[in-house]
């Protein structure tokens, strides 16, 4: 089975820094599209931000100009690069990815458990 892995949630203080780990595990042949999205109590999920297999890159316009979404191929692994973070950002964080398990076997799609961000004032 495949799992994605969520980490480096925490707390910090607004106008700081927290960069978030996505890595999946298991059998894996294609790690390709991979999102993050978010979800405060009360909110609707959102799509934070996406990368395409290539390297391609979409923002949600709240985050845009501060985040940044970034992957290694060799480790598996999507990071989350979030600066000047704001009380608004405070959210559950969780990677989505579709991942192939086996050469000419299917695309299937998984969500990690999530982290929690937490900015202060």
């Known amino acids: 089975q495949v799992q994605l892995v969520e980490s480096g949630g925490g707390l910090v203080q607004a106008g700081g820094s927290l960069r978030l780990h996505c890595e999946a595990t298991?059998?894996?042949?294609?790690?390709?599209?991979v999102s993050w999205y978010r979800q405060a109590p009360g909110n609707q999920r959102e799509l934070v931000a996406g990368?395409?297999?290539?390297?391609?890159?979409e923002y949600s316009d709240s985050v845009k100009g501060r985040f940044a979404i970034s992957r290694d191929n060799a480790k598996n692994t999507v990071s989350l690069q979030m600066n000047s973070l704001k009380l608004e950002d405070t959210a559950a964080y969780y990677c989505?990815?579709?991942?192939?398990?086996?050469?000419?076997?299917?695309?299937?799609?998984?969500w990690g458990l999530g982290t929690q961000v937490t900015v202060s004032s």
């Open positions: 298991g059998s894996i042949h294609s790690f390709t599209y």
């Open positions: 989505q990815a579709f991942v192939r398990s086996n050469v000419g076997g299917p695309l299937r799609e998984y």
């Open positions: 990368i395409s297999p290539a390297g391609a890159t």
